[in-house]
Every structure is written in C-alpha cells, then in structure tokens.
C-alpha cells in the first residue's frame, strides 16, 4: 500500500552551516503518485530524499517543522522505503551480486524462499545477467546504479525515492533503466519521488513536479502546467532548470558561449599508448584491450561506450595510478620534461599530480582537506605557487562555479553536484598538462553545467588536454572532443565474457 509524505514548515540545516540545506517546505504528495523533484544544484534535493528516507543523521544537523510518511516520521527500520542514492559506491554492501540483492530484503524479513526467486528477476528487470556470485568491487559505476535498483526493486516498498538513478547509465540503456523504475512502482503502487536533470527521460511518466528554488517550494503541479506557463518558464530557467524544449544542454551554452570549441588534433603529443591492455588489479580479467591513443595538447577525447566497456579503468590507467596489462602508457615531450622515467605509473605523487589530473566518478575519493578552500588551494600549494597566486586561483574558481558561499564548507557537506564542481575545480586549478576526468557533468543544471563548459573551454584554450569519460554527449560537443569508442562483443552486462571477446578501442573523427 502506497503512503502519502507531507510536510509543514519542514527544513534541515547542517552542523556547520547557517543557512537550510533545504526549507522550510510545505508540501502534499498523495499515495501512489509519481513526482519529478527539480532545481538547481544546492537546492536540498538529495537532502530532501534523505529525510524521506529517515537516514539524515540527527547528529550531522537539525530539522525544524514536520516531515511525515503516512501518518509517522521517517524511519528506516520500518521498511517502507527503498532509497536509490546518487553515489553508486556507498549503496554497495557486499562483495557478491546475489548477497547485496538480497540484503533489503533479509531486513524485511521475507521468506528464504521469496528471496531467492526475486533475485533473478529482480536483476534481470534491471538488464543484469550475472552469476549470484560475481564481484561487486568488479563492477562499473552504472553497473553498481543497476543493482542498487535490482535491490529496490526486490524490496518491492510502499515509497520509492530515486537520486538521478540515471547519471551513469549510458544514453541507449538510460530508458530501459526508466521503464524498469516504473514497472517497479506501478507493480507495488507505490509512492515515487525521483531526482533527475534528465528532464524529458521522466516528463511524460509522472504525475507531479516540485521545483525547489533557493528559498523553498518554488511550484508544485502537474508537468503540463509548470512548464506551460510562459511567466514561470524564465523564473525555471533562471534557476538553471533545463526546460523540455531545451533537453539539448546546447541551448544553455549558446545562451552564454555561441562559439563552441575545436579542439586542436595537431598540437604536441603529450601522452600515447600502443596496443594497451587495461583491468583493475586483482579483478583477475582484462576489460579493454588493443587501445592506441595519442593524447595532444589543446585536444579533448571523449572515451565513451556502454556501461562496464571498461571507460574508468582506462583512464585511471592513463592517469597512471594503475598499471597497465598489456602494452604500456608512456608520456613523451614536455610531460616528459624532468622525469626519470616514461611511464606516468612510475612517478611520485608530487611529480604526477602537477602534471595529470584525474577526478575520479565519485567525488567523495578525492578530497583531502576540512574546507572547499582548502581542497582548491592544495594542487596549487604543492605545485609550488606562490601564495598570492594560489589566492587568486581559489577566489577565480570558487566564483566560477558557484562555490563563493560555500569557501569554508566541508567537502563531504556538499550536495552531489557541488561535489562534482569541487573535484573538478580542485584538480583543474594547478593547470596541469592533461586533465582526465570521469563523468564531469552529472548533478548539475543548466547554468552550472555551462559553468563547467567554460572551465574546460579554458582548460583546452590553455593548451592542456582533456580525456574525458561521459556519457553526456551534448558536453563532449561542446568541448570539441573526438571520440574514443570501447566497443564490446560481451553475451552480458557484467563483462563475464571469453578472452577473444573483450573491449577494442576504436577511434571515432
């Protein structure tokens, strides 16, 4: 039975901050609807879900007003909510496939027997076909999305609260994901609330949008109604909404930047592989193999492919912070300048990180110091600037991306898309020659994904490079990147294929 969640007057606000994460909020969701919550990045959307879900911890904040689902307060003992977060690594429990489909339901109590039948289906709703026993830590981070909502889907819970479930997934199987959300809640008729910046994915599959501005509940209404409104559709956009009609993110940049990148194919190569064999070490498999790349200066590559095709294990590769198995990444020229050895995998830390970048797809692994501040001036510090131009470069990048207010904030605070802008603000502010990033625009709106844009635009402009992984092909567009294509001949979505089978890189002009 679906459960109705109110609330009257309702906020949080985080230990060390003065202003809400989110509130105060006066809101109705009925039992059984289908609500599309929107805003800008910051907004308290992901805070939102986390109290619905009753696992904002008392100790972290404080709340003001009334939050109800059903006629109660939130609590996760209760079982009556399945939450699906924006972090695919922190909804992991166990090692095994099979184990963490499982767990939600163990908590529930249901028979053995149930639980064994729903597993399979459960995963195979998903797109899934893995042995029960397959790795976790193998997986990809859209991989990881998948079961994470395989476990949901088990669960079968009166309350679905969804954190952009589609942020990883690539843009073919985006929509299977979708549809498997909404069989999962029109089998239980439960009550839906899902975050997505993926507007039109959702628009003509729920019943309700609640925009949340900067101050609270900006409008609540039906999908046909808040984005008929012409007086509404420029306050929408102020806020960086992405309307319907501007599904296509190009809308936002031409608004800003009506000259979009090339990026250059003939400057100086800084960084190439022949015939390279990448896997993560100790998953005892090689997920990409017979990859040659040269990586150029003021050039941007987009490495795309379907989700598990090996994308992140690449780039951590050419980043240099895990070996490779086959072939070898060897940096040549400038980035060569200085270093004792060819491959970036054997240079210290020190001499690496002024040189590659690397943001890794979840965020949460790469910060290393108490304030945003203090995360921005660290690449800076060790590179050896001074602290006048450190200064600078923090002040710049904290007003380009809309982080100026949060400049003493702890980075785990953040929202998932401030996070985002940090890790990467944090690894472009040394400049270093080639940045790599994993998935750099999820979690952002309209005006901050512009925001971001720019920044790479900069990057590329300076003459560094950038290797990006993204399933956000409107980004690479707009930063001039050719792609680099891991093509697949895989019977599953896990990658538990034959040796003659696995990944081949094939270069996209």
């Not at 992140?312 to 895990?322: F, K």
Request: net charge negative; with cysteine; charged share 20%.
């Amino acid at each position: 039975m679906a459960l109705p969640i109110t609330a009257h007057g309702y906020s949080w606000t985080h230990a060390d901050r003065d202003e809400p994460a989110v509130g105060p909020l006066d809101l109705s969701i009925n039992a059984g609807q289908k609500v599309l919550l929107l805003g800008p990045s910051g907004a308290g959307k992901s805070t939102l879900l986390h109290a619905i879900a009753g696992v904002l911890p008392a100790e972290s904040g404080e709340s003001t007003g009334e939050l109800l689902v059903g006629d109660t307060v939130p609590d996760p003992r209760r079982g009556k909510t399945g939450l699906v977060l924006q972090d695919p690594d922190s909804q992991v429990i166990f090692s095994r496939v099979g184990d963490d489909v499982a767990f939600g339901m163990e908590n529930l109590g249901l028979p053995a027997e149930v639980i064994e039948s729903r597993i399979s289906t459960s995963l195979g709703a998903m797109g899934l076909d893995p042995p029960r026993s397959h790795p976790t830590a193998a997986l990809s981070g859209g991989q990881k999305q998948r079961l994470a909502l395989a476990g949901i889907h088990a669960m079968a819970p009166e309350v679905i609260v969804l954190d952009e479930p589609t942020a990883n997934i690539d843009p073919d199987s985006a929509p299977l994901v979708r549809d498997a959300v909404l069989d999962t809640q029109a089998a239980t008729s439960a009550t839906m609330v899902i975050v997505e910046h993926r507007v039109g994915l959702w628009l003509d599959h729920v019943d309700t949008v609640i925009v949340l501005g900067r101050d609270g509940l900006l409008v609540q209404g039906p999908p046909r109604r808040v984005f008929g409104d012409p007086e509404l559709a420029d306050e929408l956009r102020e806020c960086g909404i992405w309307m319907p009609e501007e599904c296509n993110p190009h809308a936002a940049v031409n608004r800003r930047a009506p000259t979009m990148v090339g990026s250059d194919p003939t400057g100086e190569v800084l960084l190439a592989t022949t015939r390279l064999g990448v896997g993560r070490p100790g998953s005892g498999r090689t997920a990409a193999v017979d990859l040659d790349v040269n990586i150029r200066s003021g050039e941007a590559i987009g490495i795309v492919g379907a989700n598990g095709a090996g994308k992140s294990t690449m780039a951590l590769t050419l980043a240099g912070l895990i070996p490779e198995v086959e072939g070898e990444v060897t940096a040549l020229g400038s980035l060569r300048s200085g270093a004792k050895h060819a491959r970036p995998l054997r240079w210290p830390s020190h001499f690496l990180a002024p040189r590659i970048g690397m943001v890794f797809q979840e965020p949460e692994h790469q910060f290393l110091r108490s304030s945003v501040a203090g995360e921005l001036a660290l690449g800076p510090r060790l590179a050896g600037w001074s602290s006048h131009e450190i200064d600078v470069r923090v002040a710049e990048l904290l007003d380009a991306l809309g982080l100026e207010k949060l400049a003493e904030s702890h980075p785990q605070g953040l929202s998932g898309g401030e996070k985002r802008r940090l890790s990467v603000a944090a690894m472009i502010a040394p400049r270093p020659r080639i940045l790599i990033v994993d998935e750099p625009t999820f979690g952002q709106d309209a005006l901050t994904w512009t925001g971001l844009v720019d920044q790479f635009i900069d990057v590329l402009d300076r003459g560094s490079a950038v290797v990006a992984v993204s399933h956000d092909h409107d980004f690479l567009d707009a930063i001039g990147a050719r792609r680099f294509e891991l093509g697949t001949r895989t019977s599953n979505g896990f990658g538990d294929e034959s040796a003659d089978a696995v990944r081949r890189g094939v270069r996209i002009e």
